[in-house]
């Protein structure tokens, strides 16, 4: 069974929800691997039950979503910088999906671990928004409450099944193409 991440020493960690959390893993992977990211796993986060899997997860019921939980360097990559990555690497415009994923365990959303990372996803939400013009951020801004890992095979799961299903929506996007598609 898999563990949550260990936190050493001067490490932070930061918790994610953009959809299907296979792509959203390999996203902050790949965009960090090099710059500040210790490690990532996908889990679930935000819900009312207790101890889950992806089966029950995937009801919708126990109110959970698909998260990737990172553990990080805050001396070589901030929270912000997290905050901002996350609103230009998937559709944070649409409520309970993304792309072809429905149901409340696909929602955008940011797990906070204390209150400096709410107040920042707080500002990087106001910030993001003004890139989006009128269509309005549904990511909602929640306590991580519990947090529990995936099973094993869900970790690293387009690393380790390279022709496996990813969700269109998660690839990095500027901030001037999406001023473009949105503000016009």
């Known amino acids: 069974m898999t563990q949550p991440l260990p936190v050493g020493e001067g490490q932070e960690i930061a918790t994610f929800g953009q959809g299907c959390f ?22 679930y986060a935000g819900g009312h039950a207790e101890n889950v899997n992806y089966k029950q997860v995937c009801t919708g019921q126990t109110g959970h ?6 553990v990080y360097d805050p001396k070589v990559l901030s929270y912000a910088t997290l905050v901002d990555f996350f609103y230009r690497s998937h559709d944070p415009l649409t409520r309970n999906r993304q792309g072809n994923d429905a149901g409340t365990q696909y929602r955008s959303a940011i797990f906070y671990h204390n209150e400096e990372q709410k107040r920042l996803a707080e500002e990087g939400t106001v910030a993001a928004q003004v890139h989006f013009g009128n269509h309005q951020i ?28 990813e969700c269109a929506t998660h690839f990095e996007r500027t901030w001037e193409k999406i001023e473009a598609k949105y503000k016009s």
């Open 65 to 70: 979503a698909e998260v990737v939980q990172i």
């Open 22 to 43: 296979w792509g959203t893993e390999k996203s902050f992977r790949r965009k960090f691997k090099n710059n500040g990211l210790i490690d990532a796993q996908v889990g």
């Open 138 to 165: 549904q990511t909602t801004i929640e306590p991580v409450g519990k947090y529990y890992p995936a099973e094993d095979y869900h970790q690293e799961y387009l690393h380790n099944n390279p022709s496996g299903y």
